[in-house]
């Protein structure tokens, strides 16, 4: 199957900083990829789709010059949280998709737990 | 704008017991999908339902799709303690998003 690998698994950090989580496609070439947030016990929210070669389409509420969303290649998007503030902690998880697969399960990214200080 | 919810929220049940989850979603969609989230860990594909009608199962879960009801059900048969995880239901809109409902902690005791 379609697998995605993200990483950093987990990252703590100090309030101000920036934190860089990536998130690739390993076997097929991912056309838009995914971001979710998930606070505890709660369910996934979509933050944003990345297309590749293009601008990300955030959800409502979601701050884009927050949250940056690069997808530079095919097999590659990043999320950037700038100025990251102890509101922002949380599980962070995206997933990647492709035309052919979209009658398929669909796989995430093992995820990144980000805790601001 | 679709909107997806499951009940119950929480499921405590005995060992060897059944249950059903159940998702409701919204308007028209054309694929439903399961996980399973352990705490702490990502996603766990389960099933991927694409037309009315269908059923899939494994092992001790079985999921069902009506879309005219706008209906799925996970139902769990005879269950064991390692079950126990949070399940989710997604439903696809018209575009490629994915929107989630707000998940089935499920406990299951001796």
């Known amino acids: 199957g379609a697998v995605v690998s993200q990483h950093p698994s987990w990252v703590i950090c100090k309030s101000g900083t920036s934190v860089k989580i990536e998130c690739r496609s390993l076997?097929?070439?991912?056309?838009?990829m995914f971001w979710y947030r998930q606070f505890p016990k709660q369910s996934l929210m979509l933050m944003a789709t990345?297309?590749?070669?293009?601008?990300?389409?955030?959800e409502q509420g979601v701050e884009k010059d927050k949250f940056l969303i690069n997808h530079a290649s095919l097999t590659l998007s990043t999320l950037t949280v700038t100025s990251a503030h102890p509101e922002d902690s949380s599980f962070y998880i995206c997933?990647?998709?492709?035309?052919?697969?979209?009658?398929?399960?669909?796989?995430f990214g093992s995820g990144t737990q980000l805790s601001v200080l | 704008e679709l909107k997806v919810e499951q009940n119950p929220l929480f499921l405590s049940m005995q060992e060897g017991k059944n249950y059903t989850i159940y998702c409701n979603y919204s308007?028209?969609?054309?694929?439903l999908y399961w996980y399973r989230q352990d705490p702490g860990k990502s996603l766990e594909s389960l099933f991927v339902?694409?037309?009315?009608?269908a059923v899939k199962q494994e092992g001790r879960l079985m999921a069902s799709l009506d879309t005219k009801a706008r209906l799925s059900t996970l139902h769990i048969t005879a269950a064991v303690h390692d079950l126990s995880a949070t399940y989710f239901c997604a439903v696809g809109d018209n575009t490629d998003k994915l929107i989630f409902g707000t998940g089935t902690r499920l406990q299951v005791f001796p």
């Open positions: 076997d097929f070439q991912a056309t838009t």
């Open positions: 997933s990647a998709n492709t035309p052919g697969l979209m009658n398929e399960k669909l796989f």
């Open positions: 339902l694409l037309s009315n009608g």
């Open positions: 308007t028209t969609s054309d694929r």
């Open positions: 990345s297309n590749e070669g293009s601008k990300a389409t955030y």
